[in-house]
């Protein structure tokens, strides 16, 4: 276990009103239920547990209530609840795009985006129907249908949201990736998928620079046979040239006027997208998600837990390659507004950010808990000189938030806000733990479990544990999971991903989290139980850093360690060992620097480089990540790692070294 709980109950800092709670989506829901099924929940807590020991009736409802649009008969909601390989709604065909784009007032904003170098623009119902139109129009073109793969390398703009829409109302299956990935990196990715179409920007500007990327998506291009064609958004230099670019046009160019839009519905696990995990262990596992699961996932999280309203506009800051993108597109599920942003957070500092808030007029805004952290620490006053009346609630995800931020988020905006904080993965497109509109907030745990989330706390043996720290397990299936792993026809690396690490029967889903269930309902995440690197909320695996720096002739073998710190910001940490007659010196700093920042992303720089002369493993050859993690975080050797089972304990000598010499300065 990571550590021992605590049973002390911490202060709560915030109570629903009854007039709020009354207007919220879960209380609404309680009450159809009430009407339609016969049956009343006196509170959250018994609302949860009748979800996860009645899941089909509670699929049903969520179904019901919703008011799915789809042929078919839902009446079969699952054929079994074994995993992996549990079927939903087997008897029904609908599309993602299609819940999307139905049913709104077209004069109505649907969007608003802003980014550091324009004011915010919005964009109507009729306007972004009509540009999905003429992308949909240029796909067809293109010669793209049901289960063609297109590949997206978008920022977060008003484009990747027109182009999502337009590939999954013809049943083709997206892909996206940030263009501040490298060419590698995206390679990576979409060599894995055969995409026949290729949606991309010539550049991005970010923290008041301008970022030219026209040379790494010609490198992309060339690295991809499959394609056919090939739309460029020309967000840095309209009108260029895109000669030497094989078979490209300007998006506008690209999206044509032709038919009128459609939509081709499909079955329920029908492949909608494909997202990426972190790769930690190898090249990136390409995560398939179904139209049905998100439609359903997306609909009862955006309403029962964020409780997006009519008059809601839902700002989070996310980039393309977080799945709180896809999540945030799915607020057009509902009658809210979202809000899209495109730079940094921090730029000119952390108190740009709360301008955007402001001028946006954002009623839900969700971040990441260290940027929480870093406008703590920056002492920024979000309310001086800003109109937030609006502001209504804050969401924080990506790590876990302090019970020290929680305080600051109430001293600066106020008694009445709703912090909520959420907990989940790529892999659901989801959060398992997070707000509850209608319940207390508590000072540093995430309010409860989701609806639908058959969520358990599991000791070593097995064995569900409250009040104490344990595995993450889902015990049941959600219609979230993934369908399958693209490219893998026998689903081995879906089960060994998933549903391998607990020998029982039936399976259940382990996620790779330290998390607390308190006697109260409350839960407490303690970290990643696995050796993930977590930088500004946003998942990278240590595998593609490898990959990149091991191309370094002067590098020989690596270890990344994400150095958590008490106010949960983390230092990336990296210990090369180098070849024979080469030194650890500022060249070779710079050299790792750019060539991890070009293959990967800025956020894959370490903050410090050390030279060590062997990396420690296991005797079948596993670096040992996250025991020198812990290490290094303050536990002591012995209880991190048997020396018996370290190929090369001799290793381990320079971290317990490192280890003591940062305890030493901590205590002094």
């Known amino acids: 276990m990571l550590k021992a709980a605590t049973n002390e109950t911490p202060p709560v800092l915030w109570t629903p009103s009854e007039e709020w709670a009354a207007a919220s989506g879960l209380t609404r829901f309680r009450h159809w239920l009430a009407r339609h099924r016969g049956v009343d929940f006196g509170d959250y807590d018994a609302l949860w547990h009748w979800s996860v020991d009645d899941i089909e009736g509670f699929w049903k409802a969520i179904w019901d209530h919703f008011e799915v649009r789809a042929d078919g008969d839902p009446t079969r909601v699952l054929t079994g609840r074994t995993m992996p390989g549990a079927r939903w709604f087997p008897d029904v065909a609908l599309n993602y795009a299609e819940q999307i784009l139905t049913g709104h007032d077209p004069g109505r904003v649907a969007i608003v985006c802003a980014s550091e170098s324009q004011p915010p623009v919005e964009v109507t119902w009729a306007e972004l129907t009509d540009r999905v139109t003429r992308a949909r129009a240029g796909l067809v073109a293109a010669g793209v249908g049901r289960g063609d793969r297109v590949a997206a390398y978008l920022p977060n703009t008003i484009e990747a949201v027109v182009a999502l829409l337009a590939t999954t109302s013809l049943g083709a299956?997206?892909?996206?990736?940030?263009?501040?990935?490298?060419?590698?990196?995206?390679?990576?990715?979409?060599?894995?998928i055969d995409p026949s179409v290729l949606i991309t920007v010539?550049?991005?500007?970010?923290?008041?620079?301008?970022?030219?990327?026209?040379?790494?998506?010609?490198?992309?291009?060339?690295?991809?046979?499959?394609?056919?064609?090939?739309?460029?958004?020309?967000?840095?230099?309209?009108?260029?040239?895109?000669?030497?670019?094989?078979?490209?046009?300007p998006w506008d160019d690209f999206c044509t006027d032709g038919r009128p839009l459609a939509f081709e519905r499909v079955p329920f696990d029908h492949p909608l997208w494909i997202l990426y995990s972190s790769g930690t262990t190898g090249v990136p596992k390409p995560i398939v998600h179904?139209?049905?699961?998100?439609?359903?996932?997306h609909l009862k999280k955006l309403h029962l837990h964020i409780d997006a309203r009519r008059d809601d506009r839902i700002l989070w800051f996310t980039s393309t390659g977080w799945m709180m993108w896809n999540l945030l597109v799915g607020g057009l599920l509902t009658d809210a507004t979202i809000v899209l942003y495109d730079g940094s957070p921090s730029h000119p500092n952390t108190e740009a950010m709360w301008d955007v808030v402001a001028t946006t007029r954002t009623t839900c805004f969700g971040t990441s808990a260290g940027f929480l952290t870093a406008c703590r620490a920056d002492g920024v006053r979000p309310r001086d000189g800003r109109n937030l009346w609006r502001l209504r609630a804050v969401g924080s995800t990506g790590s876990p938030l302090t019970p020290e931020v929680f305080d600051w988020v109430y001293q600066e905006l106020g008694p009445d806000l709703w912090l909520f904080s959420s907990s989940g993965g790529t892999d659901v497109c989801t959060s398992f733990v997070g707000g509850?509109?209608?319940?207390?907030?508590?000072?540093?745990?995430?309010?409860?479990?989701?609806?639908?989330?058959?969520i358990a706390a599991w000791d070593d043996g097995a064995r569900p544990v409250i009040g104490a720290v344990g595995e993450l397990v889902l015990t049941a299936p959600m219609p979230s999971m993934p369908v399958m792993f693209w490219g893998d026809a026998?689903?081995?690396?879906?089960?060994?991903?998933?549903?391998?690490?607990?020998?029982?029967?039936?399976?259940?889903?382990?996620?790779g989290d330290w998390i607390e269930i308190t006697p109260y309902g409350g839960v407490v995440i303690h970290g990643r139980s696995d050796s993930t690197i977590n930088r500004g909320g946003i998942r990278m695996g240590t595998s593609e850093l490898y990959r990149s720096v091991l191309t370094l002739d002067a590098v020989v073998d690596a270890l990344a360690l994400d150095i958590a710190g008490p106010d949960t910001n983390s230092r990336l940490e990296l210990f090369v060992v180098l070849a024979a007659g080469q030194e650890l010196d500022g060249e070779l700093k710079r050299a790792i620097t750019v060539r991890l920042r070009t293959d990967c992303s800025p956020r894959h720089v370490p903050d410090a480089v050390h030279r060590i002369d062997e990396v420690p493993r296991t005797r079948s050859g596993k670096p040992l990540e996250v025991p020198m993690k812990r290490l290094l975080m303050g536990a002591e050797l012995d209880s991190v790692v048997d020396r018996d089972a370290v190929v090369n304990p001799q290793a381990l000598e320079p971290f317990r070294r490192l280890a003591e010499e940062r305890a030493d300065r901590r205590a002094h």
């Open 173 to 192: 299956i997206w892909s996206v990736v940030a263009p501040e990935m490298g060419a590698k990196s995206a390679l990576d990715r979409f060599r894995q």
């Open 290 to 297: 179904g139209h049905g699961g998100i439609v359903l996932e």
């Open 436 to 454: 509850v509109p209608t319940v207390p907030v508590v000072r540093g745990e995430l309010q409860r479990r989701s609806l639908g989330a058959p």
């Open 490 to 511: 026998d689903g081995r690396r879906y089960h060994d991903a998933y549903f391998g690490h607990y020998p029982v029967e039936p399976p259940v889903w382990r996620h």
């Open 202 to 249: 010539d550049g991005y500007r970010y923290a008041g620079r301008e970022f030219d990327r026209l040379d790494v998506v010609r490198e992309i291009v060339d690295g991809l046979p499959t394609l056919d064609r090939v739309a460029v958004v020309d967000q840095l230099r309209p009108g260029r040239s895109l000669i030497g670019l094989r078979s490209a046009a």
